[in-house]
């Protein structure tokens, strides 16, 4: 135990924390992102698995538990990396060079904050139903015409397409830091690592947003 603590300690290891919580999220995201990607299969098939996941009971929650889990010491870890940095370069215009830092990595904690609050909407919205924009009426049994009747709403549908947006260049960042800290970002495995993070936030962005597109022009609609 004391050796954990030790080794979270350092730099390294509140990275490599970060990393390890990083991919507890992106695969509740990419997880999630299947399962919703069923509404094009229909609200049967959406409702359908809507009840198989309530039907898991405990185990739902214990994967809720775990990912709530995982996004606070993510957070954390965050925080905490940020104030060790700003004490180790406290010359402002060092610290916040930025010539040749790539978009993701200068917007990450900015992009960190609105998926924060991208989470408590969402939950608000479509899980509890009490969000402001929220599908009405809200239907506990009918997850299909909540997801679709939420969408219709022209400024809730521009929002999640932001947020999905951030979570992209989020989780590119992210991916790519974890390579970094791994040490495997030599030249021989830099590009193909690269395409990995590229590859893995684009394919949960275009999936995530297409719905919301879906929804705006017509081609998914209540039933």
């Known amino acids: 135990m004391a050796g954990a603590l030790s080794f979270y300690r350092s730099s390294i290891g509140k990275k490599a924390v970060m990393a390890a919580t990083g991919v507890i999220g992106v695969g509740f995201v990419l997880g999630h ?6 509404v094009y299969l229909g609200a049967e098939t959406l409702n359908a698995y809507a ?3 309530k039907g898991t009971g405990e185990l ?7 990912l709530l889990a995982a996004i606070v010491i993510h957070i954390v870890a965050a925080v905490q990396l ?17 010539i040749q830092a790539s978009l993701a990595s200068r917007t990450l904690r900015w992009g960190g904050l609105v998926l924060l609050f991208f989470i408590v909407y969402h939950i608000l919205h479509f899980t509890v139903g009490v969000a402001p924009g929220g599908p009405v009426p809200f239907e506990k049994e009918n997850v299909y015409n909540n997801l679709v009747k939420g969408f219709q709403n022209v400024p809730v549908s521009i929002f999640y397409i932001a947020a999905m947006v951030a979570l992209t260049m989020h989780i590119y960042h992210g991916a790519w830091s974890m390579f970094q800290s791994l040490g495997l970002n030599n030249a021989r495995w830099s590009r193909l690592l690269r395409r990995v993070a590229t590859g893995i936030a684009v394919a949960l962005c275009v999936g995530n947003i297409s719905i919301p597109i879906a929804v705006l022009v017509g081609f998914l609609k209540p039933v």
Do not use: D
């Open 33 to 38: 992102m299947v399962g919703n990607l069923q």
């Open 60 to 66: 739902l929650w214990v994967i809720r538990f775990i």
């Open 82 to 98: 940020t104030i060790e940095n700003r004490k180790a370069r406290p010359n402002r215009y060092a610290f916040n060079k930025t």
């Open 51 to 53: 009840a198989f996941l």
